[in-house]
């Protein structure tokens, strides 16, 4: 069993930060992609920003330039650095990680955690 578990959300201004932290637990053998998701309300989930284990990032248009991604592999964790937020990217946030275990490779899901950037 594996669980992802998320950290770091909550209330900003805008054109603030926020750090996001995400970190795997359980029976890892490896994780290849880790990554973040949002969705906002009525939205469908997108893709934020992804790592490979070697450390190679893709990140949505949006985003560049203002969200960094990065890994720590002996912690299993990812974190996603917010800079510069805008109301719009309001929603919540979901960390995901392509996981090896003792059933082979799934992807595994955090609960998300809620941004919200309000004056």
């Known amino acids: 069993q594996v669980q992802l578990v998320e950290s770091g959300g909550g209330l900003v201004q805008p054109g603030g930060s926020l750090r996001l932290s995400c970190v795997a637990s359980?029976?890892?053998?490896?994780?290849?992609?880790m990554g973040w998701y949002r969705q906002a309300p009525g939205k469908e989930r997108e893709l934020v920003a992804a790592?490979?284990?070697?450390?190679?990032?893709k990140y949505a248009d949006s985003v560049k330039g203002r969200f960094t991604i990065s890994r720590d592999n002996a912690k299993n964790s990812v974190y996603l650095q917010m800079n510069s937020l805008k109301p719009e990217e309001t929603a919540v946030y979901y960390c995901?990680?392509?996981?090896?275990?003792?059933?082979?490779?799934?992807?595994?899901w955090g609960q998300g955690t809620q941004v919200t950037v309000s004056s």
């Open positions: 359980g029976t890892i053998f490896s994780i290849n992609a």
């Open positions: 995901y990680a392509e996981v090896w275990g003792i059933s082979g490779e799934s992807d595994y």
């Open positions: 790592i490979s284990s070697g450390g190679n990032t």
